[in-house]
């Protein structure tokens, strides 16, 4: 499978971006897709995940209330609603996925390391 993130810009504070994760190829291989980003300087962080066939979702603490993951099968995307965006929410997005049959803790799927696919980054800046 093979994933293209799309939808970064350039946006004031408090105004809304949404991101999209296109996946393409053998798409019945993924279980999880997840959300990460990466400011300049910083460790790579997780933002945000959603299981692909369903509803089940969880998201960084300091994301909550302001960003929303969701899917549409049909069109084999994920996409992440950033609204209300802060300066510090400034930073290269990517998505990545595990695969399906893969063992791991459910609790690890907030570590980057857990992610066998990674799609480009989508740059988000946030002007304060």
């Known amino acids: 499978v093979q994933l293209q993130a799309s939808g970064g810009g350039l946006v004031q504070a408090g105004g809304s971006l949404r991101l999209s994760c296109a996946a393409s190829g053998r798409t019945s291989s993924v279980f999880v897709v997840g959300w990460f980003r990466q400011a300049p300087g910083k460790e790579r962080e997780f933002v945000a995940r959603?299981?692909?066939?369903?509803?089940?979702?969880y998201y960084e603490d300091s994301v909550k209330g302001r960003f929303t993951i969701s899917r549409d099968n049909a069109e084999n995307t994920v996409y992440l609603q950033m609204n209300s965006l802060k300066s510090e929410d400034t930073a290269a997005y990517h998505c990545?996925?595990?695969?399906?049959?893969?063992?791991?803790?459910?609790?690890?799927?907030?570590?980057?390391?857990?992610?066998?696919?990674w799609g480009q980054g989508t740059l988000v800046t946030v002007s304060s």
């Open positions: 959603i299981d692909w066939n369903r509803d089940n979702t």
């Open positions: 990545a996925a595990v695969p399906v049959g893969k063992v791991y803790l459910r609790s690890s799927l907030n570590l980057a390391k857990t992610y066998d696919v």
